[in-house]
Nanobody
């Protein structure tokens, strides 16, 4: 059974950093494109970043230059390094897996999801 488990969330002051991890099991990790999404209260789940099975990375405009997605296929893990955090980054962050060589900005484009990890940025 496919499982994705996020970790690394927490409370941080504006301007600070966090590194999220997502450990995957039950799938051939290197064959999947991986994505990070976030959802704040009252808002739709939004795309944050993706790292495709082809090796390409993508980011939503609001995090470009601040966030970095990476993956370690040997460890079946995808990471999201988040720097210069602002209160607008506060959300539950989810990782997702997609059995496709391309990424999707739509949450409906992903087959598997983690449970989420809370990121709270204080002002």
């Amino acid at each position: 059974q496919v499982q994705l488990v996020e970790s690394g969330g927490g409370l941080v002051q504006a301007g600070g950093s966090l590194r999220l991890s997502c450990a995957a099991s039950g799938l051939t990790f290197s064959s999947y494109s991986m994505g990070w999404f976030r959802q704040a209260p009252g808002k739709e789940r939004e795309f944050v970043a993706a790292f495709t099975s082809r090796g390409n990375t993508y980011y939503t405009d609001s995090v470009k230059g601040r966030f970095t997605i990476s993956r370690d296929n040997a460890k079946n893990t995808v990471y999201l390094q988040m720097n210069v955090l602002t209160p607008e980054d506060t959300a539950v962050y989810y990782c997702a897996a997609r059995p496709n060589e391309y990424y999707s900005r739509r949450y409906q484009g992903y087959d598997y999801w983690g449970q989420g990890t809370q990121v709270t940025v204080s002002s």
